[in-house]
Nanobody, 118 residues
Framework: QVQLVESGGGLVQAGGSLRLSCAAS????????MSWFRQAPGKQRELVAN???????NYADSAKGRFTISRDNAKNTVFLQMDSLKPEDTAVYYC????????????WGQGTQVTVSS
């Protein structure tokens, strides 16, 4: 069982930055594909970015050039650095972990609110 705890959300003005963190419990963290999703009010949850055990990353078009996902396997933590924030980035951001050995095993955090004011 893996527990994910997000932190780092908050209120920021447009153009500002936030750094989200997701701390994972359990072992074999390096074998998990880690992702950040977000869900705005009235919208479906969407993928923001993910990172595999090495350095391979993927970004949604809306995140490219502004957000950076990274991980520290020694600390069981994944980060999302968000720069040049826009009001449309306002959402609850969720951390997700998928076991690369069995894609049917995945875990979610409780989410952290990000609000970008104009």
């Amino acid at each position: 069982q893996v527990q994910l705890v997000e932190s780092g959300g908050g209120l920021v003005q447009a153009g500002g930055s936030l750094r989200l963190s997701c701390a994972a419990s359990g072992s074999d963290f390096s074998l998990f594909i880690m992702s950040w999703f977000r869900q705005a009010p009235g919208k479906q949850r969407e993928l923001v970015a993910n990172i595999f055990s090495g350095v391979r990353t993927n970004y949604a078009d809306s995140a490219k050039g502004r957000f950076t996902i990274s991980r520290d396997n020694a600390k069981n933590t994944v980060f999302l650095q968000m720069d040049s924030l826009k009001p449309e980035d306002t959402a609850v951001y969720y951390c997700n972990a998928v076991d690369s050995r069995n894609y049917g095993i995945n875990y979610w955090g409780q989410g952290t609110q990000v609000t970008v004011s104009s």
